[in-house]
């Protein structure tokens, strides 16, 4: 199919028209296609939308001995949309209209009020470019002046979508409101650590769950983007509202598959699911010296390999500083944790443990297991002139009811050039160490 194409300011095809009836020896840019046998036009009216930054009409010429006579003697000539992405860049226009999308092309358009055409149209006949085809006499008479076909851009205002979450008292409340041709819904993509928003925005203090389609939250959204609906057959909306009632779980919420993820996401109260084990044989425990006020849920993954060293006291010292009275953590397996201790001043009240200086009441551990060494070094021989510093082999305040600490060991260690401490170790029932030096 060879075709011509012309975007055609409206204003200048008044001009044209005026010219004509002026002039009749004048050429216009119809009598020139004309002459060289583009005589079928096509056109395409932008209905209010912006073509190439003008409010214009496209015209497809298409010159018929270019095509063959099928056997009752018609032509049938394709048409392409002014932006198909098939056209040459030269003939490939962009049409738009702001905050607007267009449904289709239609053959003919109705006035919703014909005394206000502020109030837009419906449309029929809708033009399917895959199959549909401008069907003409091969030998008809035809001139370019006179349109053989006219489509209509049928423009449909973006969707006003409304987000709705239960406040503080449980009342669902408008949240946020956008217009958007689609929103994309947040979604735990494969392997992330956070939920990816979408299109809505993030809520502090706060992880999305779930998006319904009713007030109830009986019909989940389970579509990755949602769009309102459009009547295909008159090119206008059926809903050009969307309400969406979301859940959201309350706290900053990771899924971790992976030693970096746990290490980059680490705060004193996250929420952290533990979706695989994770191994931190070369990695650095990033919680060390925190307090902890967040969750665990370790689904019976375990986290090994852990070494953490203590050269300088703070108030709380171990693999978390403190395991806070807010914290859960639950079906979890810490293995071959390692927690050097090797100072030499301490304040009074200073704790230590393998996995915290202290476990304050109200915090939960349930369905946890710990193995490792709690390991003394040479500047700990100076604790011999200090007093009211607390050592608990597990947790300085004692271990919590369930907890097992027979996998864990105590000793001491030398580094390069020093010799093991001369310390031996008084173990009570509640599993605090107190430190003998010889």
Known sequence: MKSKIYAVIMALMTLIAVTALSSCEA???????????YTVSVKFDSDGGTIKGSNSTVIDVFNPDNYTADADGNINISLLKPDDPSRDKNNRLTITKPDHYIAGWYTTRTPIDENDLSKGYTYSGRWDFEKDTLTLDKDGEYTSSENQLVLYAAWVPYFTFEIYAPDENGELTLIESKKALS??????EDGAATVKMGDISKRRGYTFEAAYLDEAMT??????AISGVVDDETGTLQQDTIRLYTKWLEGDHYRIYSADQLNKNATYNGIYHIMSDLDFENESWNFYGTGFSGQIHGNGHKISNISIETTYAMPSNG???????EAIIKDITFENIT??????????????GLFAGKCNEGAVLQNVEISGELLFGQNCSNLESYSGYYIGIFASSGTPDGIDISDITYGVYADDGYEEPAISFIEEDDGLLSLVFN
Request: hydrophobic letters at 30%; charged letters at 30%; a negative charge.
């Open 27 to 37: 050429d216009t840019e119809y009598d020139k296609l004309d002459r060289d046998g």
């Open 183 to 188: 929103l994309d819904i947040p979604v735990w």
């Open 219 to 224: 019909v989940p959204v389970t579509d990755d």
């Open 319 to 325: 693999l978390f500083s403190s395991i806070n009275g």
């Open 339 to 352: 927690h050097k201790i090797n100072v030499g001043i301490t304040k009074t009240d200073d704790s230590f």
